[in-house]
């Protein structure tokens, strides 16, 4: 299985602030990477898919990045409703295995 | 607008059979997977497996000896039963549609999730 890894595992920010999240493969993928949040009791929410692709719907402050085994999300103006759980997950083989998550808290 | 709605048992013995069933609208059913994706509580998110609307499963191989999904394409509806649960099935469980399509490349991701049902496990 290919595995996956993200950093931080949280962080502190401030309103306003630019975050960037990081998710590593165990091996290349291409850009089959997703990017989901997730709200405490709540499902997760699609955010990015194919690494870069922005879902319809999501504010175009969030953002993905990157190919092979290394991608990146970013907050370019963390907003409140922002704080949340982040998960990447690689969708290039079964299973698709999730990241272990980026937790987003208020400094 | 398209959701998934879920329900089943929320409370399990150990060695009972987990059963949870997940109804579909405002979408076309067939054309898609239809996943089963849990999360122990303050965990991350495992993916079980899916069912497609003729009923074509892929399974998580570390569960596949104990999972069993079909569907029920007049009433738009997947279920999932996994046998033999221990407390480390506890979770929250999701229905989710998995999305598949080729454009510059292979497009996978789950677009609409449902609820999410707490199956607690306890003697």
């Known amino acids: 299985d290919i595995q996956m890894t993200q950093s931080p595992s949280s962080l502190s920010a401030s309103v306003g602030d630019r975050v960037t999240i990081t998710c590593r493969a165990s091996?290349?993928?291409?850009?089959?990477l997703n990017w989901y949040q997730q709200k405490t009791g709540k499902a997760p929410k699609l955010l990015i898919y194919a690494a870069s692709s922005l879902q319809s719907g999501v504010p175009s402050r969030f953002s993905g990045s990157g190919s092979g085994t290394d991608f990146a999300l970013t907050i370019s103006s963390l907003r409140p409703e922002d704080f949340a759980t982040y998960y990447c997950?690689?969708?290039?083989?079964?299973?698709?295995?999730f990241g272990p998550g980026t937790t987003v808290d208020v400094k | 607008q398209v959701q998934l709605q879920q329900w089943g048992a929320g409370l399990l013995k150990p060695s009972e059979t987990l059963s949870l069933t997940c109804d579909v609208y405002?979408?076309?059913?067939?054309?898609?997977?239809w996943s089963w994706i849990r999360q122990p509580p303050g965990k991350g998110l495992e993916w079980i497996g899916e069912?497609?609307?003729?009923?074509?499963?892929n399974y998580n191989p570390s569960l596949k000896s104990r999972v069993t999904m079909s569907v029920h394409t007049s009433r738009n509806q997947i279920s999932l039963n996994l046998s033999s649960v221990t407390a480390a099935d506890t979770a929250v469980y999701y229905c989710?549609?998995?999305?598949?399509?080729?454009?510059?490349?292979?497009?996978?991701?789950?677009?609409?999730w449902g609820q999410g049902t707490l199956v607690t496990v306890s003697s």
């Open positions: 989710a549609r998995h999305y598949s399509a080729y454009g510059m490349g292979w497009l996978n991701y789950f677009d609409y």
């Open positions: 069912v497609n609307h003729i009923g074509s499963t």
């Open positions: 997950q690689q969708s290039y083989s079964t299973p698709p295995l």
């Open positions: 091996q290349s993928i291409s850009t089959s």
């Open positions: 405002g979408a076309s059913f067939n054309g898609y997977y």
